[in-house]
């Protein structure tokens, strides 16, 4: 059992104190980012160990597959959490489940959703994804990516889209100037 100590950093039963590594880029907005996080859990009385390396690890899947750390920004998409995505060996640590996730019902609903055509069953399961991601999983949201579809309103056509969907453009043959 994990309690927070006399000095306010949580630690065990045996007075180890709870001190995971935090792996991330050292260089640019994600070395940034993840000494703000650091930061963030060291006062929330997490004695993160940041570890920040060259942005040629960015490329090494076999490091970042077995780096036993915490990672910084890695987006929290369905299909990253996918157990047929977990970087192995076998598939050369290509997959993009760097964290190793695996969770039967997330597969489950993931597998509906991606091949629900209605779209109101594509939405409901996509809620039932994240609330099983969000009922399920350590994360820590710092925030969200959009998109901006900037047009003139004589364009019709152009449709916000949920994350994973089909690509921005990919009704394009459909848009017409409206006079």
Do not use: C
Not at 20 to 36: F, Q, S, V
Not at 73 to 100: V, Y
Not at 122 to 131: A, E, F, G, I, W
């Amino acid at each position: 059992m994990i309690t927070k100590g006399a000095d306010g950093v949580f630690a065990s039963a045996d007075e180890r104190r709870h001190a995971p590594e935090l792996l991330g880029i050292a260089e640019g907005l994600e070395g940034l980012e993840n000494t703000a996080v650091a930061d963030y859990l060291r006062r929330a009385g997490i004695d993160a160990q940041l570890k920040l390396v060259s942005a040629r690890f960015a490329s090494d899947a076999e490091f970042q597959s077995n780096f036993p750390a915490w990672r910084g920004t890695q987006a929290m998409l369905p299909s990253r959490l996918a157990t047929a995505a977990i970087a192995t060996p076998e598939n050369r640590w290509s997959g993009i489940n760097k964290n190793g996730y695996s969770n039967p019902e997330h597969d489950r609903l993931y597998d509906l959703w991606t091949k629900a055509l209605d779209r109101a069953e594509r939405n409901d399961l996509q809620v039932q994804l994240y609330k099983s991601m969000n009922e399920n999983l350590p994360g820590l949201p710092l925030y969200f990516n959009f998109w901006v579809i900037g047009h003139r309103a004589e364009l019709e056509g152009p449709q916000a889209r949920a994350p994973e969907t089909v690509p921005l453009y990919s009704n394009l043959y459909a848009w017409r100037w409206v006079r």
